[in-house]
């Protein structure tokens, strides 16, 4: 019913009451100053106003140490380990500016990186020194597009040997002072013996040293902070481009030989950055030309076989890409809680019950899946999924030439049958 007009409504009276602000207190920027060999008085007179002027001053004791006494200044040593323990270690610190100080040129394998990728971009202001890698550069006469930059900081030494090629010119960020006399014995190893090593120690102090003798003939001890540079004399031991030669791969015969491995890795297309899953993966050759391919790409190799895995990491590190993760056992309970792929390669165990549907449901919008197959069941399940999926869908037959007693006749290889498919 209408109300008559006049009619009074009664008023409703709303209490509002302040709501408490749960968002937390914004980081502080941290401005990251780099400091030369020499120390304090290298350091620009505007930055190190900053320095003085900050409430709190982080960095590792080395750099602490340098600088003079200022009341109240709280002074840190970063946390260990770092990347883990950084995003609380900052939070700690408050809303006041912080500076940290770091070793020459914080974005070359540097502190910088790290802050950067924990806290964002808007929140870290750098400003480096002149880095080690320059100064090395400078010293040796090398231009910056004749030589090749490697960190083995944290790192196995291994990943020089992705570099081997004659005459090739590579700068190493060394661990301490050890590694000039392992990365020496490992290029003695693999017949890189008439290599040069240069030591360049303490770059840019009054005490700088350099330091030059054969990887075969070396005995010279390091200092602790240095930059080794590399003159690799040696064999041709395996190109970048896909498809080494089976010999460069120890295995027992489960191996995606050469013609199959390149015609596998065009099609899996590996990009910087981008991981792989190589599921059933026999030696690893997959997985690690897919990491040779650039030093960004990673790789998971899975096999259910320990003996194979163990030679799989073998493989790995011979050919300069320790970092290829193995994983024992069978997909698809061995892919849980891996890395997410970008793409995809089985070389074998396709027809276990859900590994095709588990590899599928992995892959992002572009990921890229790739499947051989040898036998009858094989290649009716890649029938299949071709029908339901699309793709690609190639039957490779590689022959080679043999001795047919005094003769030489064409012996021919299983004939393989690969799908390849890119999600939409």
């Known amino acids: 019913m209408d109300r008559p007009l006049g009619h009074l409504v009664p008023a409703v009276t709303i209490a509002c009451f302040p709501v408490p602000d749960s968002t937390p207190p ?3 920027v941290v401005t990251v100053v780099g400091v030369g060999a020499d120390g304090w008085s290298g350091i620009p007179d505007f930055l190190r106003e900053t320095v003085l002027q900050a409430a709190v001053v982080v960095g590792g004791e080395r750099h602490l140490a340098l600088l003079p006494d200022v009341a109240g200044q709280r002074r840190l040593a970063w946390p260990s380990p770092l990347r883990v323990g950084l995003p609380d270690f900052v939070a700690d610190l408050g809303t006041s500016p912080v500076v940290a100080l770091a070793s020459g040129d914080p974005l070359v394998s540097g502190i910088g990186t790290t802050l950067i990728e924990v806290l964002g971009r808007d929140r870290v202001v750098i400003h480096p020194a002149v880095s080690s890698v320059a100064l090395a550069r400078a010293r040796l006469g090398w231009p910056a597009e004749s030589c090749a930059v490697i960190s083995l900081v944290d790192r196995d030494t291994a990943l020089v040997l992705r570099e081997l090629a004659p005459a090739r010119r590579v700068l190493v960020l060394s661990s301490d002072e050890h590694t000039p006399a392992r990365v020496a014995s490992l290029l003695t190893e693999v017949g890189y013996g008439e290599s040069v090593l240069h030591v360049l120690g303490d770059l840019g102090a009054p005490d700088e040293s350099h330091l030059s003798g054969t990887a075969g003939d070396w005995s010279a001890t390091s200092p602790r902070l240095h930059v080794l540079a590399l003159e690799l004399a040696g064999p041709s031991v395996a190109g ?11 295995n027992d015969g489960q191996l995606t030989r050469r013609d199959l491995r390149t015609a596998a890795l065009a099609r899996l297309a590996p990009m910087p950055g981008e991981h792989l899953w190589d599921v059933g993966a026999g030696a690893g050759s997959i997985g690690i ?4 391919a650039h030093p960004s790409c990673g790789a998971t190799a899975v096999e259910g076989n320990d003996e194979r895995a163990a030679r799989i990491g073998r493989n790995a590190a011979r050919l300069g890409v320790p970092g290829l993760a193995v994983v024992t056992g069978r997909a698809p309970g061995a892919l849980d809680g891996l890395r997410p792929p970008d793409a995809i390669f089985v070389g074998g165990g ?3 019950p859900g590994v095709l549907d588990a590899c599928l449901a992995a892959l992002a919008p572009g990921g890229r899946l790739v499947v051989h197959g040898v036998t009858i069941e094989t290649e009716q399940l890649l029938a299949q999924v071709y029908g339901e999926h699309g793709g ?21 290889a299983r004939t393989v049958t690969q799908w390849a498919y890119t999600r939409g």
Request: hydrophobic share 45%; net charge negative; no cysteine.
């Open 289 to 292: 030309e897919w990491m040779r």
């Open 240 to 250: 970048w481009a896909t498809g080494l030669s089976d010999d460069a791969f120890e």
């Open 350 to 352: 396709a027809t276990a």
């Open 392 to 412: 690609e869908l190639t039957r490779i037959a590689v022959e080679t030439a043999a001795p047919v007693g005094s003769f030489t006749g064409w012996t021919p």
């Open 26 to 28: 914004p980081t502080p």
